[in-house]
């Protein structure tokens, strides 16, 4: 070893010297972290809970996170974020196993968010195979709700965006779980206050429709988290 250090040369050395203080802090920027599957299993159980007090099999929750790491203190955040959307997805669009069956599905749904880093932001997409949104019933009950004009025009994508409208739902009946649960218009004052941003897309072909399948796309500041190596 010391016939090695000897025959380094000097820039040699500084190389190597850079590399050990390189993996050093990447070993740092690791601790006190965990993953996205483990920051969200708390949710994930919870609401798999839930669904018996709705008559519903426990989803299905699939986390695509493409080895993303999430500082603790980022975990509080990331799970009120979630739970709310996977609430949603739970009580008002995944049907009850006899309605799934109708349509060709298993009873069990599925809820799956796909994340990633985008610049500086964590990006998550989170979406069901439940019925869907009604555009129909959202404008409807908009329209009851004095929240737009009978005489508006509004294309799909601003019908959809209703959601986030304060007293504006699809549900048909309020539940146990909605009534002690928040609305979206709760939802995205609460990421918006992060620094974020939520919308919606629609990912259905045809958009004219009653039900069209669609996505909350959340977008969260750089606050602590980081992609593995």
Do not use: W
Not at 76 to 95: Q, T, Y
Not at 139 to 162: P, R
């Amino acid at each position: 070893m010391e016939e090695r250090l000897t025959a380094l040369t000097h820039n040699e050395l500084n190389d190597q010297i850079s590399g050990d203080i390189l993996k050093v802090k990447a070993l740092l920027q690791t601790l006190d972290t965990i993953t996205l599957e483990e920051a969200l299993d708390d949710v994930c159980r919870s609401t798999c809970s839930l669904a018996g007090e709705l008559g519903k099999p426990a989803p299905n929750i699939t986390i695509n996170a493409h080895d993303i790491l999430i500082k603790q203190g980022m975990r509080e955040l990331l799970n009120n974020v979630c739970m709310h959307s996977f609430r949603n997805a739970l009580d008002h669009g995944i049907e009850q196993p006899e309605v799934r069956a109708v349509n060709g599905k298993l009873p069990e749904g599925n809820i799956t968010v796909d994340a990633s880093i985008t610049g500086n932001q964590l990006e998550m997409r989170i979406y069901d195979d439940g019925q869907g949104l009604k555009l129909s019933k959202l404008k409807e009950k908009a329209l009851q709700e004095g929240k737009i004009a009978e005489e508006e025009s509004l294309t799909t994508e601003m019908i959809a965006h209703l959601l986030f409208a304060p007293g504006v739902s699809t549900a048909e009946e309020v539940t146990q779980i909605s009534g002690r649960g928040v609305g979206m218009d709760a939802v995205k004052k609460f990421i918006e206050e992060q620094g974020g941003h939520v919308t919606i897309n629609l990912s259905g072909t045809d958009k004219g429709a009653e039900a069209v399948p669609f996505e909350l796309l959340i977008t969260l500041p750089n606050a602590g988290y980081l992609k593995s190596a």
